[in-house]
């Protein structure tokens, strides 16, 4: 969407009428409406976020539609209310967090529950990679050849960024290790490929940090390049939602 500052065009956004430094970002405004800049140039589509907007230590919840604006006024997608300041609220009362509680900008994803197929998520308390390296409580998914692609997904409730500090492989449920794995990252709803990288025994995959703006659901998927092996179960380390 442009980004380019304009004259406010909506009565209903007067509360917010001069652009807001925000406690980790900023505020912008053009003739579609308001949205939020992350400071890194992304910004929050087609979902909730909390944002401290005038620095007071007190966050307030804002949704924001699939082209990243700001909705006032109006029922969100998930049945919530917001006032024409764009804040959530329930019963008339603004919804409100100490905004060091949001601070926190990332989290795991072997902490949350998957949205759909936790068949092939797995969870070890250890497991050794084919190099020999050793990773304590890591995110793998379980990945044979005979399942084809070995999936699962997971909301995506407001992050903008999919990373990870290494991709590897170890020896998984069945038979002989895969000799090579290909990993992709979808948007689930759309199947638009966001992210992919093939992976083998002798060479870790790279750190990756993938854009998820605007993806309310991500998919991630595995699968043993054909005639190259039984299975692996495909390491990442600290795999986790960021903003």
Known sequence: MKKKLMILAAAGCMTLAMTIP??????QQNGSGWWYDNGDGTYPAECWKWIDGDGDGTAECYYFDKEGYMLSGVTTPDGKQVNESGKWIQEGVVQTKDSTSVQDQSVALASLEPASVAYFVYLPDTITDAAGN???KPFAIN???DRGSCYCMYDNNGYTRLRA???ALAKGSVGEIAQEVVLDIYDAKSNKLLYSTTVTPQTEGEAFDVDIVGH???KLAARVTSDQGDSAYVILENLRFAK
């Not at 925000?22 to 505020?27: K, Q, V």
């Open 22 to 27: 925000a406690f980790a970002g900023e505020w």
């Open 165 to 167: 500090d290494k991709v």
């Open 134 to 136: 050793t990773y304590t």
């Open 216 to 218: 309310a659901r991500i």
């Open 143 to 145: 990945c044979r050849e």
